[in-house]
């Protein structure tokens, strides 16, 4: 999302919907590992303060402003902030959407999109390259995911219902 499909590049500013889901965590410390801005969202103060933690620049509320416009935003929350985004983003930038946890937005506001020249990218998994690629970073950087919480297989369940509550600060793990 970030540097395949979004082409993130150091110095660039990113935005980061939804801090706390692990697509999210995962994007605030890779992207802050590579050099860029990271800016982040969420309805929870606590949340936001993770997010510094992490190695955000910045965190705000869905909605609030940004101090400037971002080059890429990275978009897994769907219809609570799809607005935001759209609005966040700079004339040229580009959203990477992998996900619409709180559904479908209403409206694209297109013209907003073909005015701004945004592109819209959707992203699902990566190549083997990729993985190759992250792993070596990984292991450069020596950032890992953040893990919330494991839970055995046999109460898989509990992980979910853990998810759907939106519970959860990183990954949940199911452990074999």
């Known amino acids: 999302m970030l540097f395949g499909t979004g082409g993130a590049q150091p110095g660039q500013r990113v935005l980061v919907q939804g801090a706390g889901g692990g697509v999210a965590t995962a994007a605030i410390r890779l992207a802050s590992a590579a050099g860029l801005e990271v800016w982040a969202t969420s309805r929870d103060e606590g949340r936001r303060a993770r997010a510094l933690d992490l190695g955000a620049a910045g965190a ?3 909605g609030e402003r940004l101090p400037a416009r971002a080059d890429l935003v990275i978009e897994t929350v769907g219809a609570a902030t799809w607005s935001h985004s759209v609005r966040s983003v700079r004339p040229g930038g580009t959203i990477v959407v992998a996900g619409a946890t709180t559904g479908d937005p209403a409206a694209m506001e297109v013209q907003r999109l073909f005015f701004l020249e945004i592109a819209v990218r959707g992203a699902t998994m990566g190549s ?13 950087t020596g950032v890992r995911p953040v893990v919330d919480s494991t839970v055995p297989l046999a109460r898989v369940g509990d992980g979910l219902a853990r998810l759907a509550r939106g519970d959860q600060f990183g990954k ?5």
Not at 128 to 140: G, N, V, Y
Not at 172 to 176: D, I, K, L, P, T
Request: hydrophobic residues 60%.
């Open 172 to 176: 949940v793990v199911a452990e074999v």
């Open 60 to 62: 705000v509320a869905p």
């Open 128 to 140: 083997r390259q990729d993985l190759e690629q992250l792993l070596a970073f990984l292991a450069r």
